[in-house]
């Protein structure tokens, strides 16, 4: 348990639940909706799932090495750095200095490849050391473990907002490094996560890797993995992100976002969409 006050009632009078839903209403209207949602920091995403918002579980879905990492890791810089919010990135695939490669690279604009390999120019050093000095003024905590299942990462998590209790997201990265063998655990884990959100009133941003195949007649990629309709069903949100796209097509929604301090060029994403449809 975080505190009394997150399970403090289980029913409300209509009158009290009418009057907290139209306070929200208003700070959207104001624009002072930071205590229930947060922005992503791309535009066009934001106004397709009207950002962040606590509670929810948002889904990002993709081929491994289409860049959700990445991705995540600017989600986590937009808040972090430019709307000065708390973000908890847990990576369930890096080691801590791993994780750090990818967010001085995203930060500084730094290709990784070239951190890894040392090929590191006099300009690059500049922007390295830059970066580092933002990312350690800025109200990010990593978390970087091996955790075995869903509900020890829970565990951790819960830790993590008693001492953080001005914690506005929380980023996972990836579903698929924890001890889920089967379907039915898949979906389980995905239910703990969902009911994780409503219980700490977060946004949690989840990453899974799901498999796709490519039909070269038509020139279009579509999703083939048995899993998606259980992200789908738990999920708040879920969106896809295809690097090797440069326009894709889903049943009711069209996205396209540029770059934010990072190489990755362009990310395209649709709004819980069962079978997405992408153009290659």
Not at 240 to 259: A, E, G, Q, Y
Request: proline residues 2%.
């Amino acid at each position: 348990m975080i505190n009394n006050n997150h399970r403090e009632k289980v029913f409300k009078d209509i009158k009290e639940s009418i009057s907290d839903t139209f306070s929200h209403i208003e700070t959207f209207y104001t624009g002072t909706f930071g205590k229930f949602k947060v922005h992503t920091g791309y535009k066009e995403i934001d106004h397709l799932i009207s950002g962040l918002h606590s509670g929810d579980l948002i889904s990002i879905v993709g081929n491994s090495g289409t860049g959700k990492t990445t991705f995540l890791v600017n989600i986590a810089m937009n808040i972090a750095m430019e709307a000065k919010q708390e973000v908890a990135f847990m990576s369930l695939q890096h080691l801590p200095d791993q994780l750090g490669f990818n967010f001085l690279a995203v930060v500084g604009n730094v290709v990784i490849r070239d951190i890894i390999r040392g090929y590191i120019r006099v300009a690059e050093w500049h922007k390295l050391t830059k970066a580092a000095c933002e990312l350690m003024g800025s109200p990010l905590i990593i978390g970087c473990a091996p955790f075995n299942s869903v509900k020890h990462l829970i565990d951790e998590v819960r830790k993590i907002r008693q001492t953080k209790q001005q914690l506005k997201l929380l980023i996972v990265d990836s579903l698929g490094m924890l001890q889920l063998h089967d379907r039915k655990e898949y979906a389980e884990g995905l239910r703990l996560l969902k009911q994780a959100a409503m219980e700490l009133q977060l946004p949690i941003l989840l990453s899974c890797t799901v498999k796709t195949k490519s039909f070269k007649k038509d020139n279009k990629t579509v999703i083939r993995d048995a899993r998606y309709d259980v992200i789908d069903t738990y999920s708040d949100t879920a969106m896809m992100i295809n690097l090797k796209s440069s326009d894709f097509t889903v049943p009711h929604s069209r996205s396209k976002c540029n770059k934010s301090r990072s190489d990755l060029e362009r990310c395209f994403v649709g709004q819980a969409f069962p079978g997405p449809v992408v153009n290659q």
